[in-house]
């Protein structure tokens, strides 16, 4: 990815920054920075677009993003909608890889946390475990000083050696941070977001991001590492993942709800993407759900 570079503010009295965020449009557009990002979603969802892959985000989730990894986070319209303070909640934390000095990793009581740091590039998932320790943990952060805020970093990033995480890009992936880029591809998304269950011509997409179409396509798939096609199935996928999750609908509706104009290829296009059939993939969250819950 070619994300537009941003410069954390840093505050003189703190060797990492710690917020919380009330409001959905923080720094909502493609972007990336030298620092480590570590969020807990206390209340909020939608999307999260980093490296070359699209997650779904949720209330709980506790995610690390490694540095100069490019990343998005799309709320989901109901939050712009209702736009009151409080109705996400977000505790998000930027430290340097070396904030805490050159050595201090390469302690041997430290090869847990040296591996959560080294692996963050991938960026990390931490989902429907330690929900209550991370929430305390998370207000404790926030509300620190002097050098309990170092220990409480270092517990939360310990949660990651213990847990069983789920990483969001392989690890052969490395962030492109040689060229300063403009907000092109934030445009882009931002478009397929609005309209990818029309059925949306090459050429207005291009027309949108200033190209010709054939120019268009050697551009997305040059910065995205997938073709414009792909992205736009996974688009149609992931939505229709969300309506078979939430809802009790009728999945030849949802086919044609996310944007497919016939139920085979959607059937096709949704096992090529999840592995699994609808119906399938319908179940096996249902049966996870219930083992969550006992």
Request: with cysteine; net charge positive; proline share 3%.
């Given at each position: ?29 493609w ?6 990002e570590?969020?807990?979603i ?15 985000f ?28 409080g ?12 904030f805490?000095?050159?050595?201090f ?111 268009f396509?050697?551009y ?13 199935i ?11 999750i ?29 592995g ?19």
């Amino acid at each position: 990815m070619k994300p537009k570079f941003l410069k954390l503010s840093t505050d003189p009295v703190y060797s990492f920054s710690c917020r919380r965020d009330k409001m959905p449009n923080v720094n909502n557009y493609w972007h990336c920075h030298p620092e480590l990002e570590l969020i807990k979603i206390e209340k909020g969802a939608g999307r999260l677009y980093i490296g070359n892959k699209i997650i779904n985000f949720q209330d709980g989730d506790m995610i690390l993003i490694g540095s100069n990894v490019p990343h998005y986070w799309k709320f989901e319209d109901k939050y712009f909608e209702q736009y009151d303070a409080g109705i996400i909640d977000l505790v998000v934390v930027h430290f340097g890889e070396k904030f805490w000095g050159e050595s201090f990793l390469n302690l041997p009581e430290n090869r847990a946390l040296k591996t959560v740091i080294q692996t963050s590039g991938q960026g990390i998932l931490l989902r429907n475990k330690f929900k209550t320790e991370t929430a305390k943990l998370f207000n404790a952060l926030h509300g620190a000083i002097n050098t309990e805020r170092i220990l409480y970093l270092l517990q939360v990033l310990l949660l990651f050696a213990k847990a069983e995480v789920s990483y969001m890009m392989p690890v052969s992936y490395k962030p492109e941070t040689t060229r300063f880029v403009n907000e092109r591809i934030s445009v882009i998304y931002d478009y397929l977001l609005k309209n990818f269950k029309n059925n949306i011509q090459l050429v207005d997409v291009a027309g949108i991001a200033g190209m010709t179409p054939n120019a268009f396509c050697r551009y997305f798939k040059a910065a995205t590492g997938k073709k414009y096609s792909q992205i736009v199935i996974e688009l149609k996928i992931e939505y229709a993942c969300k309506l078979l999750i939430e809802n009790n609908l009728n999945i030849k509706y949802i086919g044609f709800e996310s944007g497919f104009n016939n139920l085979a290829s959607f059937y096709k296009n949704f096992k090529t993407v999840t592995g699994s059939s609808p119906l399938s993939y319908q179940k096996q969250f249902n049966v996870s759900n219930k083992t969550t819950a006992a």
